[in-house]
């Protein structure tokens, strides 16, 4: 059978199984390189369609949690009716300052006088392959050096796996790259917790942009996270 899990009938790297996911003739050698599962700004919903590409938009409301430790199930999908035609907005009039755009992000944080909630924005991709996958993922500044900054933090399958800090002034951000065995279902949540360089989880002027993109990688590339 052409489904056969381990079964590569052109011996290219990739499994029969992966090639059909992956869109390739499982019969047809191509060459062996990296083959683009997912790519947060290629992918992006036009119409604030939840699942469009296997992608989710929501946050994670941290001031309510209990233990203050993201678990998946305390994803909270953005509704429709928060969908302004370019983007998520938890509320037009500011509070809580929650968006969530193709590229862009704001994570809502206490602000005196203003606010005193916390919410993290969330890109949540759920992979519908099962094999070695390379992520890379970019998280910086936009608009202005205004704020503390924030942290970008990644979850596979609810468990804190890598973050990236960024200052209040950095446009440019440093690219992150792992290497991993993900299997189908698996979810990646990649959060924005207003969390600043000095500690302090207060937003004013931290506005960002993020970028990901996950690829999968033939059986000749090993795995060597970093």
Known sequence: ??????????????????????????????????????????DWTTEGKQGYKNWYYGYFDYKND???HYQTVEFITLTSNYWTG???????NG?????VGQEQFIPSGPYPGFRT??????????????????I??????????????????????????????????DHQ???????????????????ISPEGSDGKRSNHGDYGHIYISIDALPSTMTINDS
């Open 136 to 169: 890379n993922w970019l998280v910086h500044k936009v608009v202005s050096n205004n704020g503390n900054g924030f942290t970008g933090k990644l979850f596979i399958n609810g468990k804190h796996y890598a973050q990236q800090q960024i200052q209040a002034n």
């Open 66 to 68: 209990e233990d203050k």
């Open 1 to 42: 059978s052409t489904n056969n899990s381990t079964i590569d009938s052109d011996n290219d790297g990739f499994t029969n199984a992966q090639e059909l996911v992956l869109g390739r003739n499982p019969n047809e050698k191509e060459e062996a390189t990296k083959v683009l599962l997912a790519n947060s700004k290629q």
């Open 117 to 134: 909630n916390e919410h993290w924005p969330i890109k949540r991709w759920i992979s519908p392959y099962t094999g070695t996958v390379e």
């Open 95 to 99: 509070s809580p300052f929650l968006e």
């Open 173 to 191: 951000g440093t690219n992150k790259t792992h290497r991993i065995n993900l299997k189908k279902g698996d979810i990646l949540d990649f959060a």
């Open 86 to 92: 370019t983007k998520w907005d938890l509320n037009q």
